[in-house]
């Protein structure tokens, strides 16, 4: 009796497994990460930060080609 009340469990246990399983990998094919708001917002921060300081890189890049230009007259 208590080998059948194991068998039953584990084979629960093994169709909720292979549920998860297929599940996950389903969710990983369709390529929709789930991210939080909060992850979401740190990384709109994160963006903002670089585009910005790409920007003042350009800008600096302007000023040192017009002071190069400027020295080579």
Known sequence: MFSL???????YSMHKLGKWVL???NDDLNGQPQFTPEEIVQA???LTQIQIEMDAMEARRKLYDEALRKNRN
């Open 5 to 11: 009340i194991l068998a039953i469990c584990f084979i």
């Open 23 to 25: 599940n996950w990998i």
């Open 44 to 46: 709109e921060t994160i």
